[in-house]
């Protein structure tokens, strides 16, 4: 298996509502990504985790939450978002934090209304 | 902080004819350089990379140089297709002072092959 796998792909939610984003990868990588992408521009780093350990929190709004439940899971938890949020969310991985190309999921098309 | 420069924002070439885009950086201490193709509503693909030991990499009509000294990477693609058309993304991956390692994308470069 080489690919990243996010679901959903597509997600509507109000200013209220909690939802979660999740990404899963079965390629052994131990490090892994959560990027934000607006319409045109490249993919803005949020989180890393290494080893399933926080590593990179690039001063993220705490109404999102990351959590790395084991190796493979990978998990973007969104609470009280505002309708600038919306974009895709891409999650990655990589073998190992550090100097190596990542595999990027699909993304998750998220739309706050 | 650090930045990467790319250019051209966009490049519309003939079908067959070569592409060629390219990126700056900033930080010094940036040693790997991978390049990412995005397709229209896909996810970014790593295409090629290289890494600050080397000067030069070739993969079938892709290729990418290094110039350390100058600071700038280019991606070099030949015999242009139309399924080359796509945003590509360069970055730069350095270790920061707390240890961790970041990349640093450029903006993208929106490539258009005319048939």
């Known amino acids: 298996d080489t690919e990243v796998t996010q679901t959903p792909k597509h997600l509507v939610m109000g200013m209220t509502n909690k939802k979660s984003l999740k990404c899963e990868q079965h390629?052994?990588?131990?490090?892994m990504y959560w990027y934000k992408q607006k319409a045109k521009k490249p993919p803005e780093l949020m989180f890393v985790?290494?080893?399933?350990?926080?590593?990179i929190n690039e001063s993220v709004p705490s109404r999102f939450s990351p959590e790395c439940p084991n190796s493979s899971l990978l998990n973007l938890h969104l609470h009280a978002l505002q309708p600038e949020d919306s974009a895709l969310y891409l999650c990655?991985?990589?073998?190992?934090?550090?100097?190596?190309?990542?595999?990027f999921g699909s993304g998750t098309r998220l739309t706050v209304v | 902080g650090e930045n990467v420069e790319q250019h051209p924002s966009t490049l519309s070439v003939q079908e067959g004819d070569s592409a060629v885009i390219k990126c700056t950086y900033s930080?010094?201490?940036?040693?790997?350089f991978p390049w990412y193709k995005q397709e229209l509503g896909k996810r970014p693909q790593l295409i090629i990379d290289i890494r600050s030991n080397v000067g030069e990499k070739k993969d079938q009509r892709i290729a990418v140089t290094l110039n350390k000294t100058a600071k700038h990477f280019s991606l070099h693609i030949t015999e242009t297709q139309p399924e080359d058309s796509a945003v590509y993304f360069c970055?730069?991956?350095?270790?920061?002072?707390?240890?961790?390692?970041?990349?640093?994308f450029g903006t993208g470069t929106r490539l258009k092959v005319l048939a």
């Open positions: 990655a991985s990589s073998q190992v934090e550090g100097n190596y190309g990542y595999t």
């Open positions: 930080d010094s201490a940036s040693n790997y």
């Open positions: 970055a730069a991956s350095s270790q920061g002072t707390s240890g961790t390692y970041k990349y640093i």
């Open positions: 390629m052994g990588h131990r490090a």
């Open positions: 985790y290494s080893y399933e350990k926080l590593s």
